[in-house]
C-alpha cells in the first residue's frame, strides 16, 4: 500500500508542476525551442560570401561559424526577441538587434560586412 501512494503523490506533485509552468507562459503549453535563425553574411562591397565569419548570440555563449557559402544557422531557438553579433578578421564587427522570432519560424538574414580601414 505505501508503494501505491508514494507513486500517486509523485504523479501528483508532477501534473501540479506540469499545470503551473503551463500557466506561468500564458499558452497552456511551454514554448518549444524549435525556431531557427539563419542567412547569409557578404562583403559590403563586393557582394562576396564570407567563409568562417563568427556568429554570436548575443548575452551567451552559442556561436557557429558561416561555412564556403557564407551560410550560418542557429537551431532550436526558444521564441523571443534575439541579437546578433557578427565578427570576421578585418571586418567591422556588426550587431543585428531584435530578430524577433516565433515559435516553428525560421528567421532569414542577408548580412553585408564593411572592410575596415
Known amino acids: 500500500m505505501k508503494k501505491i501512494i508514494s507513486v500517486s503523490s509523485i504523479l501528483v506533485v508532477f501534473i501540479f508542476s506540469t499545470f503551473i509552468v503551463n500557466a506561468a507562459n500564458g499558452t497552456g503549453n511551454p514554448p518549444k525551442a524549435n525556431a531557427v535563425i539563419s542567412g547569409q553574411v557578404q562583403d559590403f562591397n563586393t557582394g562576396e560570401s564570407l ?15 558561416t561555412d564556403l557559402d557564407g551560410n550560418f544557422e542557429i537551431k532550436g531557438m ?5 541579437n546578433l553579433v557578427f565578427s570576421f578578421i578585418s571586418y567591422n564587427k556588426s550587431l543585428v538587434e531584435d530578430i524577433d522570432i516565433a515559435e516553428s519560424e525560421t528567421e532569414i538574414l542577408e548580412v553585408k560586412l564593411l572592410e575596415s580601414k
Not at 526558444?78 to 534575439?82: D, F, I, L, S, V
Open 78 to 82: 526558444t521564441p523571443g526577441k534575439y
Open 51 to 65: 567563409a568562417g565569419v563568427v556568429v554570436t548570440l548575443e548575452g551567451s555563449d552559442v556561436k557557429t561559424y
